[in-house]
């Protein structure tokens, strides 16, 4: 080995010991970590398998945020994030509509704990509109009463109200507008029940409030048979706003409603003793005779030979004060 070879190889050893030298000098250990320390293994995150039974075992798109979680609860944590502001609309037809719920509303209704997807059944987790194609969620969510009240809905759909028909009507009229009520299609739960605020039975004033509402609820469809209930002891006091004064469906049934003449209509001519038993003690058949005027007293009046010749010049003298 020449003299230069030496030469480099000490310099390469001296440099080797320097460097390490210097790295050793530098490394320390931080004192919040123990020399010990070693990096847990975290849980391996389950499936979800709650939001995949709920879309049919399909695994739901991926959102910026877990619905999974939020969906089943009213609160602040689940639909109402969005739908507690006022400020929500969206355009439809040209028109502004609002897509505000109320929590408050909703706390105190009679449904105040059921999750919002106890009757919005067709949510599906697209946005927007929250529903499975082809699938119209107003229709969806004014009948799905009928998971809850099930005797309540087997009257309603055994009723001429009922939305698929009755027996003995053909295909071609299944679904199609009430007789009495030409050109409105058949009422649903929530057309008369109302959605997010329906109150709880023990509510007094609501029940109150309720019990005046017979001539926007039904008359809105039964125009004229709201018009015509105008009798001097019930439609008249009714409308006065009377408490004890029936509304339609004191009469006429709440849900399974029938024209008079079915049978088992409960104002059929056989059958108007016990209803009016329901308000008046001993309804004998002369007082039952008395029903043709709850609906009709303008037209005995007018077939009335001396109530025409009446109402004939009381119009004369009425004219000839207008002189």
């Known amino acids: 080995m020449t003299v ?15 460097s390490a030298s210097a790295f050793a000098s530098t490394e320390t250990v931080s004192p919040s970590v123990p ?49 507690d502001d006022k400020d929500l609309v969206r355009i439809k037809g040209g028109k502004t509509v ?61 009723g001429a109200h009922s939305p698929s ?14 007789s009495s009520a030409p050109g409105i299609p058949k009422p649903l739960c929530g057309d008369c029940h109302g959605g997010h605020s329906i109150p709880a039975k023990n509510d007094v ?3 109150r409030a309720q ?18 209930y105008d009798d001097y002891y019930h439609g008249s006091a009714y409308k006065r706003k009377a408490p004890d004064a029936p509304a339609c469906w004191d009469c006429h049934s709440p849900h399974k409603i029938l024209p008079s003449t079915d049978r088992e209509s409960t104002v059929n001519k056989d059958r108007l003793t016990d209803t009016c038993r329901k308000c008046h003690s001993d309804p004998r058949d002369g007082f ?15 077939s009335n030979p001396v109530q025409s010749a009446i109402d004939a010049a009381s119009g004369k003298f009425k004219s000839l004060l207008r002189r």
């Open 4 to 18: 230069r070879n030496a030469f480099v190889v000490v310099m390469l050893a001296v440099a080797l010991v320097l």
């Open 35 to 83: 020399a010990t320390y070693t990096t847990p293994v975290l849980p391996t995150p389950t499936p979800d398998t709650a939001g995949m039974r709920s879309t049919g075992g399909k695994r739901p798109k991926k959102l910026d945020y877990d619905l999974t979680w939020t969906l089943p609860t009213a609160g602040k944590s689940g639909c109402t994030v969005c739908h």
């Open 98 to 158: 609002s897509l505000y719920v109320s929590t408050e509303r909703l706390q105190e209704s009679a449904h105040r704990n059921v999750p919002c997807t106890g009757c919005h059944l067709d949510f599906a987790y697209e946005m927007p509109p929250h529903t499975k194609t082809g699938q119209e969620w107003r229709t969806t969510a004014k009948l799905a009463c009928k998971r809850c009240h099930r005797a309540v809905s087997l009257e309603y759909t055994t």
């Open 165 to 178: 028909g009755q027996p003995g009507e053909s295909s071609g009229t299944v679904g199609a507008p009430d």
């Open 205 to 207: 004033e609501a029940k």
């Open 211 to 228: 019990h005046a509402s017979g001539m926007e609820m039904c008359g809105r469809c039964h125009v004229e048979d709201a018009a015509s």
């Open 288 to 302: 039952v005779g008395y029903a043709e005027l709850v609906h009709g007293k303008q037209g005995v009046l007018d």
